[in-house]
DNA sequence: TGATATACTTCGTGTTATGATGTATTACAT
DNA sequence: ATGTAATACATCATAACACGAAGTATATCA
């Protein structure tokens, strides 16, 4: 899948994934898996910077001796993925002028 | 419209203002208006690098005793086009999971 | 005479995805 | 007991990219 259009698409995804229940980032990176690859380093600056645009937020929590670092979604994090859902008449109509054939006029 | 999508979405919409026929960089921007915004600046940039990639070749014609340079899709251009097209499966299948809304499970 | 539209170019900047690399523990097979 | 794969997170350097700002130059119209 394209590089750029992939870009746009990362955030929210990894918004999608914390939606439901809290997760951390092994995790999310599994879920996603069927959508949408991305390696570890990818995600962990996007869950910083999800972090700092206070989109979600971090708890730590031990699991089996090991520590894990559960990510919350936030207000502004649901508002994000609202916002995407209002976006997306745009990228249709955007699709639809890419893809539509050439009229003989 | 988010900046991040907007990137992925761009090249393809520079390739499709000139599929029919070709264009210039003014008339270009113009006719992408009604769908998404995009500076001399973006434009040019792109148009070079669609240019490095053999998406697109390049003629310099008189106009009003001004330069213009007429901008023409190649096999290439258009072949990336038609991934775009194939690619769509995979985001509306991003777009679903992400607008999903919770089921009860 | 001045403002606006047309037309293209260059530069610097901030954002971003990613591979490479590192640290550390648990689980399972040999 | 030893090795290997999976789990889990972190940091760094790099290259790609959109864009505002600023510049150059001509045509058009008030």
Chains 1, 2 share one sequence.
């Not at 439901?20 to 910083?48: H, M, R, V």
């Amino acid at each position: 899948m394209d590089i750029q259009l992939k870009r746009g698409l990362l955030d929210v995804c990894v918004l999608a994934a914390i939606k439901n229940e809290d997760s951390y980032g092994y995790q999310i990176i599994k879920e996603l898996k069927p959508y949408i690859k991305l390696s570890e380093s990818t995600l962990y600056t996007i869950l910083k910077r999800l972090e700092t645009a206070e989109m979600l937020t971090v708890r730590t929590a031990e699991h089996n001796g090991r520590l894990r670092k559960y990510y919350h979604i936030t207000e502004s994090g649901r508002a994000r993925l609202e916002d995407f859902r209002r976006e997306w008449d745009e990228i249709m109509s955007i699709y639809r002028y890419v893809t539509k054939e050439e009229n003989n006029e």
